[in-house]
């Protein structure tokens, strides 16, 4: 049986046209901002053990079109906030360890294709209508259900 988890944030996720060209401290801040708004409104939604492997659909409800490749691309920093926190390898004795994904709230495995599968879609709508759909379909392989 697959499971799905759908959340709403109240606003449209920035276009990387407005991310970009800002200083280091700067899109760290914007990114603990997305990392804070999911959790706001997803974080009770967190299943157990995070899915393995999912397709992920976000709607992004908004006045204006952007092109695909900005519609995509800005994507980027919500889907972090999906992903599952982990240690990296290190190589050097003595040296910080450091994190990957250290923003991910646990709902998928991994943002790489062989754990994800994205669609991302742009809606038009009214001003008063403006938000970001996020909907998170496990996949279940057919061999495990047999």
């Known amino acids: 049986m697959t499971r799905t988890i759908s959340f709403t944030l109240p606003a449209p996720y920035p276009l990387v046209n407005r991310t970009s060209g800002y200083s280091?401290?700067?899109?760290?801040?914007?990114?603990?901002?997305?990392?804070?708004?999911?959790?706001?409104?997803?974080?009770?939604?967190?299943?157990?053990?995070?899915?393995?492997?999912?397709h992920v659909l976000i709607e992004r409800h908004s006045v204006g079109m952007p092109d695909t490749d900005n519609l995509v691309g800005s994507a980027k920093r919500l889907i972090d906030c999906l992903t599952t926190p982990r240690p990296l390898t290190?190589?050097?004795?003595?040296?910080?360890?450091?994190?990957?994904?250290?923003?991910?709230?646990?709902?998928?495995?991994?943002?790489?294709?062989?754990?994800?599968?994205?669609e991302v879609r742009g809606v038009k709508c009214r001003l008063c209508e403006q938000k970001t759909v996020?909907?998170?379909?496990?996949?279940?392989?057919?061999?495990?259900?047999a």
């Open 90 to 118: 290190v190589r050097t004795p003595g040296a910080r360890q450091r994190i990957k994904n250290k923003r991910g709230l646990g709902f998928i495995v991994d943002d790489g294709p062989k754990h994800l599968t994205l």
């Open 24 to 54: 280091h401290f700067t899109a760290a801040r914007q990114k603990n901002q997305m990392q804070r708004e999911v959790a706001a409104v997803a974080y009770h939604l967190r299943p157990s053990a995070p899915f393995d492997r999912a």
């Open 134 to 145: 996020v909907t998170i379909t496990e996949i279940v392989d057919a061999e495990v259900m």
